[in-house]
């Protein structure tokens, strides 16, 4: 059976309780949800059951159509979405989850690929002391961070836009390191859910790679988070394997795997 939301306030209203059997899957559809103002057939919120089995997806532009819960349920959904006319393009989920919906699409004539193999890695407990030279930035430093922004955007292949204007709102959340004048490594700490905050855009300058900044940064914002009460967590992608070493000597260790899943043309 196929349930669609009108909003993205019904429909956490109604599945709230089951996307806190794993909040760390389901981060994004409680920060996509509200977003959702009236459903149609591009932003929609739907969920598919049997008893107390589920599949839930709910797309808002401009972001990724977000799947959670059983495979079972991919052929009805994919069924509904396609008869009803609704847009599919990208979409993010569990890899496994993924991968079911990839070899669902084929016959339908869509091919798709795990663009982004991202493994969720979580740390709680301090390995090190914090370097005293990692700083908070501020206001004057809203150029060099749009900058590295944008650089990391382009690193890892990520479709986003990123705008200036927003990241000064949010300056207070980035920890720094700085060398020749300039911020050369970089990582925002960003809201996750009540039990954790998640580092984001970390980034270090390419000719400053390899001298051990990028650890100063992610470990003091580690155990900055720590201290906070909280639990640390991050996105990292697999195929990246200088980072994912780094943060496994930090601690960190390895929760799940989740991708973003592309069109084909």
Wanted: overall charge negative.
């Amino acid at each position: 059976m196929i349930v669609s939301y009108q909003t993205g306030a019904e429909f956490l209203q109604d599945n709230q309780a089951y996307l806190q059997t794993d909040p760390y899957l389901s981060t994004f559809f409680t920060l996509d949800a509200p977003l959702l103002k009236e459903a149609g057939k591009i932003n929609y919120a739907l969920r598919c059951e049997q008893g107390d089995k589920r599949l839930l997806a709910l797309k808002v532009e401009p972001y990724n159509l977000l799947l959670f819960g059983e495979e079972a349920f991919v052929p009805e959904l994919l069924r509904f979405l396609f008869d009803g006319g609704y847009e599919i393009k990208n979409y993010l989920c569990a890899s496994e989850l993924g991968y079911a919906l990839m070899r669902e699409l084929e016959p339908y004539g869509r091919r798709y690929e795990e663009a982004l193999a991202m493994d969720f890695m979580e740390a709680r407990s301090v390995t090190e002391p914090s370097a005293p030279e990692v700083e908070t930035a501020h206001e004057d430093d809203l150029d060099e961070i749009f900058d590295c922004a944008q650089r990391f955007v382009a690193d890892c292949g990520l479709l986003d836009k990123p705008e200036k204007e927003p990241f000064r709102k949010v300056l207070g959340s980035f920890r720094v390191i700085r060398a020749d004048g300039k911020i050369v490594s970089m990582a925002r700490i960003a809201p996750a859910t009540k039990d954790d905050l998640r580092l984001v855009l970390v980034y270090t300058r390419d000719e400053y790679r390899g001298k051990g900044y990028a650890r100063k940064v992610v470990n003091s914002a580690k155990n900055e988070i720590l201290a906070s009460g909280k639990r640390v967590t991050l996105n990292v992608d697999r195929k990246n394997p200088i980072s994912y070493h780094l943060y496994l000597s930090l601690g960190f260790e390895r929760v799940f795997s989740q991708g973003e899943f592309r069109r084909v043309e």
